[in-house]
């Protein structure tokens, strides 16, 4: 079975010059799904974009402010080598740099276990207010401990369906790998 978690990443004291960058990129991403095709936005991120508008369909709503969507092969998670002020950097890729720009971030405490063993899946850049976050989806493949596959029941007594069962498992491991 396949579990997804979302860990909310805040951008942590952005430089001027990298906060004109992002706003860019993402007032560019705003633009480009209303419509507007001259505008200079990273090319996986307009393929971001067009798939958004696809699933959307009549759906789409003009005066909504949309999560700009950071495919998993373009950005990049690392822990800082040496001791520096941010434990993690985090790489978004924006139009007018190549080399894409290179962010600090902070993941919560409680959260920071869960990059390691898990593959990065895509992420979504938010802008609320005055501050940045990235929320960032990452994906581990487990075993069901607790589903009789013959009988698609619960192993332990009073756990009910099998929906019920597989959302009790997937509390139960994600308990289990978080500390709780």
Not at 61 to 80: G, W
Not at 82 to 94: N, Q
Not at 125 to 138: A, C, E, F, N, Y
Not at 160 to 173: D, K, V
């Amino acid at each position: 079975m396949l579990l997804k978690k979302r860990i909310q990443a805040r951008l942590l004291s952005l430089t001027t010059t990298k906060e004109a960058l992002l706003q860019q990129e993402y007032d560019s991403w705003q633009s480009w799904l209303r419509g507007n095709k001259e505008i200079s936005l990273y090319s996986v991120t307009k393929q971001q974009a067009d798939r958004l508008l696809r699933s959307l369909g009549k759906r789409f709503n003009k005066n909504k402010m949309f999560p700009m969507i950071l495919r998993n092969d373009c950005i990049r998670l690392e822990r800082a080598k040496e001791a520096t002020w941010s434990k993690w950097w985090f790489k978004i890729p924006v139009a007018c740099l190549r080399v894409g720009l290179w962010c600090p971030i902070q993941i919560p405490n409680n959260q920071e276990h869960l990059i390691g063993e898990r593959s990065i899946r895509e992420c979504e850049l938010i802008r609320k207010g005055d501050h940045w976050s990235v929320h960032i989806v990452v994906q581990k493949e487990v075993e069901e401990p607790f589903l009789n596959s013959s009988t698609n029941s619960c192993r332990r007594s009073g756990r009910g369906s099998f929906g019920n069962c597989r959302a009790f498992a997937r509390r139960t491991i994600l308990r289990s790998h978080s500390g709780v």
